[in-house]
């Protein structure tokens, strides 16, 4: 059987990257003629197919949008799929709104390995794009260079050069902490990968930044890993009896319950000896006790929001740059209590 032909065989053939061959076979900026040439030239000689998306995109609308995940965030272990599973159901009630139809297309490590095209993108003819959830940026680089409009949602890009909309994880993961300190706790460990997604990185950070507004010490041994590099759970490794803090913070609501269900097999009670706060409020926790303090995000003015960007986008109008920031709500659970004080009191 004959080999299915990628842009990235066409890239490796001519010593170019994929986004350069992907603007060239779109007739994008950013290539010059010659090399617009001469990437299309060696493209029909390797029997490179057009689809017929590429041939007809711009001919009117479909008036269907693409959604695109990771592959990782579908698996059972991995800590985000619950959450991102009723975002997607946000958006399609939003994009139904508009009378849009919704395609959802994981991203598989073959995909990304290869730099192939997603096929809402190259067979399919979307009107616009939504990425839900981190995904590298060589991928993001490539799907850019498309031409499709997209939106990010829930993380965003250093650059800005697409626009995103992402919950208030700073302040809210500050509200989180600077309550357990009102509750008189002085001693935390933050639980996340901080490097993993720019979510955690923003939560670590409104952690951080209540820990310096009440002047209280932190150091690196008190951030636990809570996931690879695959982004799936890893076992949490917590602190030695003598070093064990009186209130965890977390980067999510799973990570939360995985780590009470771990601190009650070592013997603790949440939340009479360790108090313990979550992130995102979705169902996992209306099933698992004891019922956490956490942030609410607002999935639907999230989505709203994303989607009403991207139909913004697809009219061709006006720019639309930077990140949308929407705020969630502090929920007072059963996971946290007055620290005790020397005789045990609260």
Request: proline residues 3%; charged residues 25%; contains cysteine.
């Amino acid at each position: 059987m004959a080999k299915n032909i990628t842009m990235r065989d066409i890239a490796v053939k001519v010593g170019v990257s994929t986004v350069t061959v992907s603007k060239a076979l779109g007739d994008k900026d950013g290539v010059g003629s010659e090399l617009r040439t001469l990437i299309k030239e060696t493209a029909e000689e390797m029997g490179y197919h057009y689809s017929q998306a590429e041939k007809t995109f711009r001919k009117g609308r479909s008036y269907s949008i693409g959604v695109l995940m990771e592959e990782h965030f579908t698996d059972h272990n991995s800590t985000v799929l619950p959450f991102y599973m009723r975002m997607y159901h946000s958006l399609v009630v939003q994009l139904s709104r508009f009378h849009y139809s919704v395609l959802l297309e994981m991203i598989t490590a073959q995909m990304l390995e290869k730099m192939q095209m997603p096929n809402v993108i190259s067979e399919l003819r979307m009107d616009g794009l939504v990425i839900l959830g981190k995904v590298q940026e060589n991928y993001l680089a490539l799907i850019r260079a498309s031409g499709v409009p997209v939106v990010y949602l829930d993380f965003y890009d250093c650059h800005m050069e697409v626009p995103s909309v992402i919950s208030d994880n700073v302040y809210g993961s500050y509200i989180l902490t600077d309550y357990l300190i009102g509750l008189g706790h002085r001693k935390f460990s933050f639980v996340g990968s901080v490097d993993a997604t720019p979510s955690i990185m923003d939560r670590y950070l409104g952690y951080y930044r209540a820990l310096l507004a009440h002047d209280l010490p932190h150091s690196e041994k008190n951030i636990i890993p809570d996931r690879g590099e695959d982004g799936l759970n890893t076992p949490l490794l917590l602190p030695e009896k003598t070093d064990m803090p009186t209130a965890f913070v977390c980067n999510c609501d799973e990570t939360a319950y995985i780590l009470i269900e771990k601190l009650n097999g070592m013997g603790y009670r949440v939340p009479e000896d360790i108090s313990v706060v979550g992130f995102d409020n979705y169902a996992l926790g209306a099933y698992s006790l004891p019922k956490l303090t956490t942030i609410e995000v607002d999935m639907d003015e999230m989505s709203r929001q994303a989607v009403e960007t991207l139909i913004r986008l697809m009219k061709g109008g006006e720019q639309v740059h930077g990140r949308k920031v929407i705020g969630g709500r502090l929920i007072i659970g059963e996971s946290t209590a007055r620290v005790r004080d020397e005789n045990g009191n609260r």
